[in-house]
């Protein structure tokens, strides 16, 4: 792999993640369309690994807020409670990821890098974000609690 090639797939990267569409989808296509070899699972996870890096310093003031809430996660009548409510409800949005990841890993590595399943996978979840979108609830419940992180 090339310089040209870690340049380009680090800001196809960094400007993919934060948009409601596949960077990991993106980091297959790239050397597809291109023409290059691809890169691997572990460009991949260094890439995503300088997201989160970048996600974590930009951060860092409310994650500080977050680590002060979590030793009274159970707790409600704190003046942490609206940080505990926030850290409760990443951590369970993260189980799922960290168990199929673990579980799934070999499945993952050798079969979710096909364009089909690429391709597939865009079509279904534009559909699930269009309908969403459209019928959702236009209620935003967790702007107030944004709202309590930046105080």
Same mark, same amino acid.
């Given at each position: %792999?090339?310089? $040209?090639? =870690?340049? #380009? ?10 948009? /409601?569409?596949?960077?990991? $989808?993106?980091? =297959?296509?790239?050397?597809?369309? @291109? ?13 995503? *690994?300088? @997201? !989160?890096?970048?996600?974590? +310093? ?7 807020? *977050? ?11 704190? /003046? ?5 409510? !926030?850290?409760?409800?990443?951590? +369970?949005?993260?189980? /799922?990821?960290?168990? #199929? ?6 499945? #993952? ?5 096909? @364009? ?11 559909? +699930? *974000?269009? #309908? $969403? ?15 309590? %992180?930046?105080?």
């Amino acid at each position: %792999m090339d310089i $040209a090639q =870690i340049i #380009v797939l680090s800001l196809v990267q960094g400007f993919t993640e934060f948009l /409601p569409v596949s960077s990991s $989808a993106h980091l =297959i296509l790239i050397p597809i369309l @291109t023409g290059w070899t691809d890169q691997g699972m572990s460009f991949d996870l260094a890439a995503h *690994l300088g @997201t !989160l890096i970048a996600v974590l +310093i930009f951060f860092r003031v409310d994650l500080k807020k *977050l680590i002060y809430a979590a030793p009274g996660l159970h707790k409600r009548d704190e /003046p942490f409670s609206a940080h505990r409510k !926030l850290l409760h409800m990443l951590l +369970i949005a993260t189980m /799922p990821v960290l168990i #199929v990841g673990y579980f799934g890993q070999d499945f #993952v590595r050798t079969e979710f890098r096909g @364009t089909h399943i690429i391709a597939t996978s865009t079509i279904v979840f534009a559909v +699930i *974000l269009w #309908v $969403a979108d459209a019928y959702g609830s236009r209620q935003r419940e967790y702007l107030a609690l944004a709202r309590v %992180m930046h105080c």
